[in-house]
């Protein structure tokens, strides 16, 4: 487990639910980054499915997009946003916004 999640995911083997919070914490984090740059919501097609990967948490990276993936809509985009850094209080520094492919 990466250092930036080791905190958040050893709670008595609870990940999935530690997972999840930090999913909800990603999406208003990342709500908040679009309000910032509104250059950047044209590269998310509408009711695209948001898969989180940050960097150097592989675990939660396999889990976000695994069960992302399969709750996914047939037809419905998706897109892959990796997080590389963050500032002091929890707020995205350096995104990156991906397609995925079909």
């Not at 809509?73 to 002091?88: D, F, H, L, N, T």
Request: hydrophobic letters at 40%; a positive charge.
């Amino acid at each position: 487990m990466g250092a930036l999640c080791e905190s958040l995911f050893t709670e008595g083997g609870q990940t999935v639910k530690a997972y999840s919070r930090f999913v909800a914490m990603l999406g208003s984090e990342f709500h908040r980054y679009l309000m910032q740059h509104p250059e950047k919501v044209k590269q998310i097609p509408g009711n695209a499915l948001v898969i989180f990967q940050v960097e150097g948490e592989e675990n939660f990276n396999r889990w976000s997009q695994e069960t992302a993936l399969k709750n996914r809509e047939k037809g419905q985009p998706a897109v892959y946003i990796s997080v590389r850094s963050w500032r002091e209080q929890p707020s995205l520094d350096v995104v990156r916004i991906k397609r995925a492919v079909a």
